[in-house]
């Protein structure tokens, strides 16, 4: 009896059909192609071809050979012989030459050559829509392979054997039970096919133990397998009913039907045939919505875009029907193959089709469920596509893991199971805590996380080595800064009871849009507080104490990374002048340029309490420092070495214009000297106990 696969029927039974009109001669090899026996034909090919002494029939069972090839998943083997068939000149009157051997070398991820083919091929046939989409397909998945998702793809060994294991559906509700479908050895239909070279399909049953190992694929009873093919199974949302396709069918009349099976204690009683179509078409792979009122399915009845379709019909509780087999439509079918439909929980539906632009031969798409249908359809990209064929995808209720089908590098058999999972994205923060300049640690600092996306804030201690760490969530901004309470001891008389630190500046750190894991590394550095701190470039007009625009732009950005940090700090704004001038008159200027940037501080919100406006013209002179030595202007920096006081007889003592020029614009400064470390509400600027 002709036994045909599931698999194997739905997608080639067309594409056979039209070969079949390229045939010359009644050969044994070209009634084994014709009968669509793909593995017995690429041996009777080979025995043929060589004693074929006509040109143009050797050059026709060549390019067959090379479809025998294509049709048993060998791409590699098909683009050899297509390639020879295009030597042979078959190419030259059979223009879908190219396109056959453009879809081998994109099957076996040369899109190189892929590329080159379909071009060829859309020169004569030009507007063709699966040469185009085909050709689009090379540009994109080089991309889309160099850039996977997060998706993670294993070969399930435990379950593959060397011939196709397929199509697994979850078949129990903790999803520790699956049914797949098999050609191991030991199934029910007796001999070998010609078509792969593979025992006979029937459903299998395994379950996940306590050890997470899975238990030897068992047979399914006699109401489910039969000596016919049976495969592409599916559950209710209860998990008590099966439906599944047989193929082959009572005396060969059938081609593929879908059959329902209740469960009966461990297995499942006789299977019943659901009537959609005529017996000689093809109506196989059901998939169930996830309220089990719509069955989709594919197949290849009239009516369709081309090829094998997604259909669906409705359920009619009245009679126990299945009712209006209705195509789903050009937004999701194509002049190609849909196949092997999945419906997830959430209503979204999962197909494979080699019709819509994709990586491979077969390419797993999903498209949601809308208010008049799906779409739009979108590929699922690497890994859960590769070059090969992937057929099938099933998803462990809603987790982001499951099972798919494939025949992908790696595979053991024809067609593998393959599980998959979307790893959970892991995101931290950690680092330590250093003092600014010498970067020792500094243990017991706090260390404050504000998530800007929700408002929520964290707060951590350094530990002994300094160390801290938070846990971050994706798609998340984030802000985080540190402060110390250390005060200085005997090892600084001067400052014993002083405040050590400065708070430290804010950094910001995002998850938005990460695609991988990772824990970023922030190291919390605490400025030493100095007894003062000059400002660079703070500048006025001649004779004005008017404040510039670049001025405020410094002075907001010592608002955000000092006064804001350090609530606690009170500070003395002080204006220094350079000796030009009467010394009254300069003391004037620099309180008016002092008390404009105090009244500019406290317009952008700081605490007028915080703050002092002090003007001391000429009277201190500009002591270069270690801290200062910065502002000194670059090549000057032996000129004026750390420890010069720029008093008015040592610029007056200088031997150039030009360098008494430099040391009167270093006097011209702005310093904010801090007077509190414990300032409070209420307080004034001077009412502190670190002075």
Sequence with gaps: MNKISNYILILVVGLSAFLSGCLSSDGKGNEAFKAGYWTKSIDLYKAEIPKTKDKAEAAAMTFNLATAYYQSKDYKQAAVWFEN????????AHPELNLFLAESYKASCDYEKALIRYNKYLERVPGDKKAINGAKSCELAAEWLKNPTRYKVENMVQLNSANDDATPAYSSKDSKEIIFYSYRDGATGKGSSDILGQDFPDLYTTKLDKKGKWSTPALLGPGVNSEFTEGGPAMDAKMN????????????????QIYVSKKQGNDF??????????DSLAVAQPALSPNDQIMYFTSNMPGGQGGKDLWYVTYNKKDNTWEKPTNLGAEINTPGDEIFPYVHSDGTLYFSSNGHIGIGGFDLFKAAKTQDGFGPVINLKAPLNSCGDDISISFEDK????????NREGTKGKLDIWSFVLPKLEFAMKGKVLEDGSFKII???????????????AETKADQDGNYQFALLPNMNYQVNGKSDDQYGDEEPLKKGRKKYLSSATALISTVGMEESKTFEQDIILPLIPIKLELPNIVYP????????????????????????NPTMS???????DFRGG???????????????????IEQGVDPNRLKAKGYGEDVPKEITKENLKFVPAGYETTFPIGTVLTEAFINAMKSKELQEVAHQMNRRTEFKFLCTDWAPGKTADQCVGK
Excluded: W
């Design 269 to 278: 009683g006789p299977a019943i045939v659901i009537p959609i179509a005529a």
């Design 571 to 577: 500070i003395e704004m002080g204006s220094h002048t």
């Design 241 to 256: 009913t099966l439906y599944f396709s047989r193929c082959g069918g009572d005396a060969q009349k059938k081609g593929c």
């Design 443 to 457: 243990p017991g600092s706090t260390v404050y996380l504000k998530n800007m996306t929700d408002g929520t804030l």
């Design 542 to 565: 001649y004779n004005s104490a008017e404040l510039t625009p670049e001025t405020k732009i410094i002075l907001k950005t010592f608002i955000v990374e000092t006064l804001i940090p």
């Design 399 to 406: 987790a982001e893991r499951g099972y798919i089908t494939s």
């Design 85 to 92: 068939a295009d030597a042979a000149k078959y190419g030259e």
């Design 583 to 601: 010394a009254d008159f300069n003391r004037k200027l620099a309180q008016r340029r002092a008390e404009s940037a105090v009244k500019y501080l």
